[in-house]
């Protein structure tokens, strides 16, 4: 079974401070790992994803994340915040492969204040 | 259209209706995803449709929901007499069977409130 857990319901920063947002992942199998983002009343955007070819991901709007197989975690970093970014963020498992669902965490909200 | 569809956007019921919510996925995607979210929940994933084809039901809650897919494109979701606890945002997700490193496009979901 793959599951993932996502560190804090909710995170508030500063504009311009870094964002770090924290996932963890248990998998039996080498996993695919997502992050999606949701603003308000939509549905999920892709970020960035994992598949094994690089450690260090990069995606969207600067956000990045780093495969970490020692700790079995995959953070969501952005050196930079910006009042933008204030949405929903899942993390997101699957199996390696063939079409799979998605097992999501259960999201943290990112606040950005001025 | 350039990503997926879902209709209606919204949806009121009364409880012990019916309802049918819509999906139409990117084109030439063949693989299209139902997943849930509610407050009470998060995102639970609900039924997986390989063209028309449904390997995995595992996550539809109980034998009131049902999902079909016709022409390897549109799908449609039924929830037969709609409960209290249905409550929730459906969205749909589609993929490409030709990209190895699949990636599910989401489409805005259908708001449903069951009175």
């Known amino acids: 079974a793959q599951s993932v857990t996502q560190l804090g319901s909710h995170v508030s920063v500063s504009e311009g401070a870094l964002v770090l947002l924290r996932c963890n992942y248990s998998s039996s199998v080498p996993p695919y790992l997502f992050w999606y983002v949701q603003y308000p009343n939509q549905g999920l955007q892709l970020l960035l994803k994992y598949t094994s070819a690089a450690t260090l991901v990069k995606g969207i709007n600067g956000f990045e994340a780093e495969f970490k197989k020692s700790e079995t975690s995959f953070h969501l970093t952005k050196p930079s915040a910006h009042m933008s970014d204030a949405a929903e963020y899942f993390c997101a498992v699957s199996g390696a492969g063939t079409a799979s669902k998605l097992t999501f965490g259960t999201g943290t909200r990112l606040q950005v204040t001025l | 259209g350039a990503g997926v569809s879902q209709s209606p956007s919204n949806k009121v019921t009364e409880k012990g209706k019916d309802v049918e919510l819509r999906c139409d996925p990117i084109s030439g995607h063949t693989a299209l995803y139902w997943y849930r979210q509610s407050l009470g929940q998060g995102l639970e994933f609900l039924i997986y449709f390989q063209g028309n084809s449904a390997p995995d039901k595992s996550g539809l809650p109980s034998d009131r929901f049902s999902a079909e897919r016709t022409g390897g494109s549109v799908s449609t979701l039924t929830i037969q007499r709609t409960q209290q606890e249905d409550s929730a945002v459906y969205l749909c997700?589609?993929?490409?069977?030709?990209?190895?490193?699949?990636?599910?496009?989401f489409g805005p979901g259908t708001r449903l409130l069951v009175l």
């Open positions: 997700a589609s993929s490409s069977y030709r990209d190895f490193q699949e990636t599910q496009y």
